[in-house]
């Protein structure tokens, strides 16, 4: 009978962890395992609460700082057209308000210049502002902010 209360409370205690999402309580499922582990064995009431809550502190002490250190790592990593702007291009074709073609990180891109009176000629190095609908919306890349660039 005590082996099915100690499941019991950790099922409960593993459900509360999912609608708190503090890594917490399931410290506390743990411990309850443990103690119906020990219940299965045929260890008395007081051996299972001493079994709970030395797991229950060891899980909070030792599993916990980790879990919470891998929960507030940094935000994922920028992919695909947002990964791309501020990349480097170089001009194929030249690229005006209209139309044009670049050359970002081995691949052809078409393109089109952020400001639509300014025209890029074949050879110069621009910058990407943005994706929009397939095409990149260059601007003039500053020489002194070029770092590594590969084409």
């Known amino acids: ?32 395992l443990a103690a119906a582990a020990a219940a299965a064995l045929g260890a008395p009431v007081p051996l299972q609460a001493g079994v709970f809550v030395a797991v229950s502190a060891l899980t909070l ?21 947002e990964a791309m702007q501020g990349a ?18 081995g691949e052809l ?9 300014i025209t890029y000629p074949p050879g110069e190095r621009v910058r990407i502002a943005e994706i929009s609908a397939g095409t990149a919306l260059v601007w003039r890349d500053d020489p002194s902010s070029m770092t590594d660039f590969r084409s």
Not at 61 to 81: E, I, N
């Open 1 to 32: 009978m005590d082996v099915v209360l100690w499941v019991f409370a950790a099922a409960v205690l593993a459900v509360a962890e999912i609608f708190t999402a503090t890594l917490f309580l399931i410290m506390f499922s743990a411990g309850a």
């Open 109 to 117: 891109w078409q393109a089109r210049s952020l400001e639509s009176s």
């Open 61 to 81: 002490a030792a599993a916990r700082p980790a879990l919470r250190r891998h929960q507030s790592r940094p935000d994922p990593v920028a992919m695909g057209a």
């Open 88 to 105: 480097a291009a170089v001009v194929l074709e030249q690229v005006d308000a209209e139309r044009g073609m670049v050359k970002i990180d």
